[in-house]
């Protein structure tokens, strides 16, 4: 299975993707995750990518795709079929990507669309906590942890994103409309396009998700 999550700040790319790890056994790419990596470490990419981040712009698709690449050749999981969460975000990403996969024979199955109002995201970017390492996300609200502000698997603390705030939220979204919409236009051509209401509770996203795998 080679799928693609698309959807705006806090549709549940996140949320969903470890569901599909857990039934396929395939690897889950972030780029955001990648990214806040290297933030965390303090490299020179991340040091840059920070202050795109916190801008709610995209960082360069020549990085993004470099990190891509290098996971897809080199992480043994990727090999049995890869969820891609984030990426790709610009028209340019997605032909980068099939270039790669073309190159290799392969092709992209699913490109998922978590479909939600604008106005609904709000809440679930404020109150969201995650765990850095792993990537978990939880919610103050709707998906508290079993301990205030600890990660249930590890026991280690969570935070706050420092882009989930509502200004950075309102330019993330702005970013998404103008870049990533065009991305969805380009999978429906290819006939890859599946969309799914994200606005709905966590499993029923999550069963309408496992329909598409098993109707085609
Ligand atoms: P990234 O980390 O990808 O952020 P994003 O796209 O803004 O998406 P989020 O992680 O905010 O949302 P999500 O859909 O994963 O939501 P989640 O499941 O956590 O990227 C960050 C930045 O990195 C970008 O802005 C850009 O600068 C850069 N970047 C990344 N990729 C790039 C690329 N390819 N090119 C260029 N730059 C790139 O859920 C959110 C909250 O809602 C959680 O609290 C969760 O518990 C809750 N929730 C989830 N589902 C539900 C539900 N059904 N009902 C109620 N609550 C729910
Ligand atoms: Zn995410």
């Not at 996971?71 to 028209?91: A, H, M, W, Y």
């Not at 073309?102 to 669309?113: N, P, R």
Request: proline letters at 6%.
């Amino acid at each position: 299975l080679r799928m693609i999550l698309i959807g705006p700040p806090g549709a549940g790319k996140g949320t969903q993707a470890p569901n599909i790890v857990n039934k396929y056994n395939i690897c889950h790419l972030a780029t955001g995750d990648m990214l806040r990596s290297e933030v965390g470490k303090q490299t020179p990419l991340g040091v840059e990518a920070k202050k795109i981040m916190d801008a709610g712009g995209l960082v360069s698709d020549e990085i993004v795709v470099g990190m891509i690449k290098s996971q897809l050749e080199s992480n043994e999981k990727c090999k049995l079929g890869f969820i891609l969460d984030g990426f790709p975000r610009t028209v340019t990403q997605a032909e980068k990507l099939d270039g790669m996969l073309q190159s290799k024979k392969q092709s992209i199955d699913h490109a998922v669309e978590l479909r939600i109002a604008d106005q609904l995201l709000i809440s679930r970017i404020t109150g969201r906590l995650i765990h850095p390492a792993s990537g978990r996300s939880y919610h103050k609200e709707f998906n508290p942890p079993k301990k205030p502000m600890t990660d249930d698997q590890t026991g280690e603390p969570l935070i706050q994103r420092s882009d989930d705030n509502v200004e950075a939220l309102r330019k993330r979204l702005n970013t998404y409309h103008q870049q990533t919409t065009p991305v969805v236009e380009y999978y429906r051509k290819q006939d890859k396009h599946r969309p799914i209401d994200a606005s709905q509770s966590p499993k029923l996203v999550w069963e309408n998700l496992s329909a598409i795998f098993a109707n085609k």
